[in-house]
């Protein structure tokens, strides 16, 4: 299983969401320059959060997106498998599953105890509580550049 670029943009599209107030609204070209993303494919990302009722869209001037719940409320398992679909490690772990040794095959309950795990993390790990170690690429890259690339992001000693 790997986390597509569209997962990764979609999560770090509502972190940036998760920064403001609920209910600001925020055009997509202002979480593309802060998250350092191309707008285009977090335009057709965040369609797809809007589907799913993560995000609503606010239309005409000064339209954009919004969080539809709480950051508190919204879990990383939510997001990806919006994006994502539902996760499966593997073929025998598909909704439907693939696999003609799924019945007491020691790697399908070895995969299964895995993404178990996984999907744990994920859905005890909240938009919030990812925003708040978050650093937003794009601020980042345009800090150091101001700066002339004089910026450490580590501790000083480290």
Known sequence: MQITRAGEY???GLLALARRPMGEVV???VISREEDVPVGFLGKIFQN???TGL???ARGAGGGFYLNRPATEITVLEVIESIEGPIAFQRCL???PDCEHV???ALCSLFAEAQDR????FANTTVAGLSG???PGGLVKRARLQAGNRISLMPAGI
């Open 94 to 96: 598909e909704e439907e």
């Open 27 to 29: 055009m997509l070209d």
């Open 10 to 12: 979609g999560m770090l």
């Open 133 to 135: 170690r978050h650093l």
């Open 55 to 57: 995000v609503r869209s």
């Open 49 to 51: 959060l809007a589907k």
């Open 103 to 105: 019945t007491g095959c």
């Open 118 to 121: 996984v999907k744990q993390v």
